[in-house]
């Protein structure tokens, strides 16, 4: 148990979720498990709310799946929290797990296991499709590790909320700085106008889907900065190849792949509050492992990079390139819909698709014919 918590203890967390889905990720490896789950209880409105999940069970809920769930409707894990003691079954009808998902969905082997936070039960976890099956001592063993680790989830929790609600007395440099990049950016659109208006699109969506999810104000600053400036290092890249009218060939796109490393290189040497070298560096990681330049994987990749590489890809596909017109946005959301949780998170790409359902236009950004 040392290791686990050694291991929460040492990670950085930019939101919330990231930490609730630290817990999921302990657990589950704890059970062997790939299915894992956790509800946030407010016993005020004797409500429900899915905060994380497991990337294997995110692969299983679908877009419109409800995240929100009276505790009438809740089935075993309304159990668990009434009866305050852990529940668990060899199998699970899918019509009760149904609520969850928005889809058929059987569970096997499952535990439920309440959270307290002193007297009172604020959580409830569930882990499904146990190997070994569900025992009292693994069920004891699971008990044991959310009891120890749920005080350091609520201080790493309110250390988000202080983060994101603090004013900074430093907010006139941070002003300077954001009127700096501003600059840098304009240089981008001196150069070549289409991926200037490509990085002020992005941030634009880079902010709907903060917005949407909950970022803090300040948290959302820095995004909207890295995002407008995701492609500077591109200002290196011959304007042959960025204004080539046709596909470039092997060899120019191994040189336009340069452009995540030399722009985050740029920010490299300066204490920033945000992390703009890592949203810069990243915005081409993908979550299977298959992106650029360093093949990173899930939880290796920021948060915020994880937001730009959904509005980059959508404004790549939905706009006008110099070597092919716009595909359309219907084109953009089918692409972003088949790699929901392969290799964009799940979790954001449904944020962002709310998003698009309310203004499929993005403030007239972009046609939808």
Request: contains cysteine.
């Amino acid at each position: 148990m040392q290791q686990e918590l050694e291991r929460f203890a040492q990670r950085e967390y930019l939101l919330e979720r990231d930490v609730y889905a630290h817990v999921v990720e302990q657990v589950q490896a704890k059970a062997g498990s790939q299915i894992a789950y956790l509800y946030r209880y407010c016993q005020a409105r004797e409500e429900l709310s899915l905060v994380a999940v497991s990337a294997a069970m995110e692969a299983l809920l679908d877009e419109n799946a409800a995240r929100e769930l009276p505790l009438a409707r809740a089935g075993v894990w309304a159990d668990a929290i009434r009866e305050r003691r852990p529940m668990s079954s060899r199998g699970y009808p899918a019509a009760a797990a149904s609520p969850l998902a928005g889809v058929d969905l059987a569970l096997h082997n499952h535990v439920s296991l309440p959270v307290f936070s002193g007297s009172e039960v604020v959580a409830v976890l569930g882990v499904a499709d146990i190997e070994a099956g569900v025992s009292d001592e693994l069920t004891a063993s699971l008990s044991e590790l959310l009891d120890v680790m749920w005080p350091l989830v609520e201080a790493r929790i309110a250390a988000c909320r202080e983060r994101g609600a603090d004013t900074r007395a430093d907010v006139a440099v941070d002003e300077v700085l954001e009127a700096i990049i501003r600059a840098i950016a304009g240089a981008m659109e001196v150069r070549e106008e289409h991926s200037a208006r490509h990085q002020q699109n992005v941030a634009y969506l880079c902010e709907c889907i903060a917005a949407e999810v909950g970022m803090s104000e300040f948290e959302r600053r820095g995004l909207a900065i890295g995002a407008s400036i995701h492609d500077i290092g591109k200002i290196t890249v011959p304007a042959r190849i960025l204004a080539k009218p046709d596909s470039v060939s092997d060899d120019e796109f191994s040189v336009l792949q340069t452009h995540a490393e030399i722009g985050a290189n740029l920010f490299r040497p300066l204490q920033l509050p945000w992390p703009i070298v890592d949203m810069i560096a990243q915005h081409h990681e993908r979550l299977d492992g298959s992106g650029y330049p360093g093949r990173l994987e899930r939880d290796d990749i920021c948060e915020a990079a994880r937001i730009i590489a959904i509005a980059d890809t959508y404004d790549s596909v939905a706009s006008d390139r110099p070597y092919r017109r716009a595909r359309g946005t219907g084109k953009a959301i089918e692409i972003l819909r088949e790699g929901r949780g392969r290799i964009f998170d799940a979790f954001l790409v449904d944020a962002f698709l709310r998003c698009a359902h309310r203004d499929p236009g993005f403030g007239g950004r972009y046609s939808t014919h």
